[in-house]
């Protein structure tokens, strides 16, 4: 089945500075990558929709000069934290339609520290 | 707008049964999920409903009732790995983006 891989799936950083997370499809292309964070107890929230090729589309009140989107090929979408804060903490995992009946398949998320 | 709403958490008995509601008003629909999540793991799925009725898949369920803006999760025999985060999630119309309800949090115990 279609396995996205998403690297890294910890990481510690000092504030200020950029971390960058990437979701690989691996068997079959991503035209289109969902970007999600996740709070402690807490639901998936969407950040921006990433289409090949294109811009990014973010979601109502996130920063797209903070969290940075790009997909430049079929199997590869990037998320850059800028200038990362301690409040950007949290859990990143990205989304790819697959167009088939299930619809999506999720990599296996990133745990964002910023001390 | 949109407003996806579930239970927070939720308390049940090794091999009862469980109903995990959601509701949800949405500016578009074209289909909804069930996941189960884990902590600190990526979301797994277990159903889809695009049309009204009951879906069955083993010890879970899913209905989906599209003029009461209505789904719930059935999990049967229940067994202690069950415990986890359900998540509903409904799919938008056109750009296909998942919208995710808040999560139950189910704890199964003895």
């Known amino acids: 089945g279609a396995v996205v891989s998403q690297h890294p799936s910890r990481v510690i950083c000092k504030s200020g500075t950029s971390v960058k997370i990437e979701c690989r499809s691996l068997d079959f292309q991503a035209t289109t990558m969902f970007w999600y964070r996740q709070f402690p107890k807490q639901s998936l929230m969407l950040m921006a929709t990433?289409?090949?090729?294109?811009?990014?589309?973010?979601e109502q009140g996130v920063e797209k000069d903070k969290f940075l989107i790009n997909h430049a090929s079929l199997t590869l979408s990037t998320l850059t934290v800028t200038s990362a804060h301690p409040e950007d903490s949290s859990f990143y995992i990205c989304?790819?339609?697959?167009?088939?009946?299930?619809?999506?398949?999720f990599g296996s998320g990133t745990r964002l520290t910023v001390v | 707008g949109q407003n996806i709403d579930q239970p927070t958490e939720m308390t049940a008995t090794e091999g009862a049964i469980v109903q995990i509601n959601c509701t949800y008003q949405t500016s578009g629909f074209n289909g909804l999920f069930w996941y189960q999540q884990h902590a600190g793991e990526a979301p797994t799925f277990l159903s889809y409903n695009v049309l009204d009725g009951l879906e069955e898949k083993g010890r879970f369920s899913s209905f989906l009732s599209r003029s009461k803006g209505y789904s719930y999760l059935l999990l049967k025999e229940l067994q202690m790995k069950d415990s986890a985060s359900y998540l509903c999630a409904v799919r938008s119309a056109g750009g296909g983006k998942l919208i995710f309800g808040q999560g139950t949090e189910l704890s199964v115990k003895p």
């Open positions: 990433s289409n090949e090729g294109s811009k990014a589309t973010y």
């Open positions: 989304s790819a339609n697959t167009g088939g009946f299930y619809g999506y398949t």
